[in-house]
């Protein structure tokens, strides 16, 4: 029996349950679909109950595949959207609340009351954390359910309530273990960690009101977590962080130099390795992992409504479209409208909130899912565009994601930021990212196999571009 890693990838649409040889090629994998739920604007919930069935289920799968293949799994992962979070009885660790979701901003308008009173002050806090404040991160979360859910201001009271961010809730639940653990990298998505520490802020606690007594311990990124049964296996979980956290670890040590790594799913990331000296003001800067061996420090734009902004299209039409179908719209339809993109608070550089969203045109379906796709695409770019300018030697854009699966949406991509975009036939490259930051494995041979889209001649899709980023720059203006 051979030597194999597991990563569990718990996302906004699904669970996956990933096995990765030793040299990082994907052998097995399941799948259980998890619904998020959009009851209010601003609001994005998953049902706790429904995520701990689709895990269930992702391992029930995998244990008799297991068997029959004879793998022998050494050690396992976790990866979880870094900014979810679930409130929970101290005492038995059930839930109390919904899990909620990394793209919750429902506290948005308290938060934004603290920065206009400079109770905030985003600059100095940007400092001390290397993120840009806004009610994605858990800290507002956790305030918002504090001064305005029932049970959880009782459970506070009796000193019976914990907010486990997602990694910590998931984490409980494969190992079973009563001491509850957050990696480091999660608790930073919190707001509630100074860049780079092993611990609670005391500063940011007191800024948001918030007892350490009802988080989690913080752990190292690789750390023992605890055991997971898979099937008659015994596997030891040894390490834990973001989705987005292991995107550089995903293509080998010799991509971190020249190449920024996308992914495109429910939400859109772009990141490549600068210090927080290096990383424009306008970006993030995190530490992607954090252990003793290694600390690995990215600047990182987002565009927090990607697949999210064609689920809203479909949803507001009550009509979709294939995978397929989208493709062969993206291929027909070369002059399509503008989408003013404001589906949720829309991220890096420009950080506005959410937004009445609008066509520069009344069209048909296929058009308008075209000028969405555009939308993020032209998103993607004015964040490359910084990163280009605080790192010269990038020659290269490595891609993932569902989204990614278009041809379309790469070639655009590689026009419009003039750089070649590549993606790998495994396009799971959050997953593999952490197999190989799991099993230290620092070269992926399949990239020489890869797709290369180079970039072309569009006039008609960089004025597009333009258009869209001179509404983008005056929508700002008017939010100053």
């Known amino acids: 029996m051979s030597q194999h890693y597991l990563v569990i990838d718990q996302g906004g649409h699904g669970t996956r349950a990933l096995v990765f040889d030793a040299v990082g090629n994907p052998v097995v994998a399941t799948h259980a679909p998890v619904i998020t739920t959009n009851p209010k604007p601003g609001w994005f919930e998953q049902e706790a109950d429904d995520l701990v069935a689709s895990i269930k289920t992702c391992l029930e799968q995998l244990g008799p595949i297991l068997q029959e293949k004879q793998l022998l799994i050494s050690s396992a992962a976790l990866i979880t959207q870094r900014s979810s979070l679930v409130a929970c009885y101290k005492d038995s660790l059930k839930p109390m609340t919904p899990i909620i979701s990394w793209q919750d901003t429902r506290n948005s308008v308290w938060l934004q009351k603290q920065i206009d009173n400079n109770v905030f002050n985003i600059n100095e806090l940007k400092k001390l954390t290397g993120l840009r404040l806004n009610a994605h991160y858990g ?6 359910l504090l001064d305005n859910h029932t049970e959880v201001k009782k459970a506070q009271a ?21 001491i509850v ?11 509630l960690t100074e860049f780079g520490k092993l611990d609670w802020s005391p500063t940011l606690l007191d800024l948001f009101s918030i007892d350490q007594h009802t988080l989690p311990s913080i752990a190292a990124s690789k750390a023992d977590f605890g055991n ?49 000296q ?15 061996q290694q600390q690995l420090t990215v600047a990182e734009g987002t565009v927090n409504a990607c ?18 179908e989208i493709e062969q719209a993206m291929q027909t339809f070369l002059s399509p409208p503008i989408f003013y993109h404001r589906v949720a608070a829309l991220g890096s550089p420009y950080w506005l909130p959410v937004g009445t969203s609008t066509f520069s045109e009344n069209t048909s379906l296929t058009e308008k899912t075209v000028a969405v796709i555009e939308s993020i695409i032209f998103l993607l770019a004015i964040n490359i565009d ?12 490595l891609i993932s994601g569902g989204i990614s699966n278009a041809d379309s949406f790469c070639q655009k991509l590689a026009t419009t930021t003039r750089l070649s975009v590549i993606r790998c036939a495994d396009h799971e490259a959050s997953s593999r990212g952490a197999a190989f930051y799991l099993g230290n494995i620092t070269h992926y041979p399949a990239l020489k196999t890869a797709t290369v889209f180079l970039p072309r001649i569009d006039n008609t899709l960089l004025a597009r571009y333009q258009h869209f980023y001179e509404w983008l720059r005056n929508e700002w203006m008017k939010n100053q």
């Open 158 to 178: 009796k000193n019976n309530l914990v907010f486990l961010p997602l990694a910590a809730f998931v984490t409980h639940l494969l190992t079973n273990s009563n």
């Open 278 to 292: 290096q990383t424009p003001s306008q970006l993030l800067c995190s530490l992607a992992a954090i252990d003793q």
């Open 386 to 397: 910084l990163l280009q300018h605080a790192k010269p030697n990038l020659k290269r854009i």
């Open 139 to 144: 800290a507002s979360k956790m305030r918002w």
């Open 307 to 324: 697949a999210s902004a064609l689920d809203w299209l479909f949803e507001d039409e009550k009509q979709s479209l294939t995978h397929a």
């Open 181 to 191: 653990l957050v990696d480091a990298a999660t608790a930073s998505r919190t707001f």
């Open 228 to 276: 997971i049964m898979i099937g008659h296996q015994v596997v030891p979980l040894q390490v834990v962080g973001g989705d987005q956290s292991f995107l550089p670890f995903a293509y080998g040590q010799n991509t971190l130099r020249d190449a920024l790594f996308v992914n495109a799913g429910t939400g859109a990331f772009v990141q490549t390795p600068l210090n927080q």
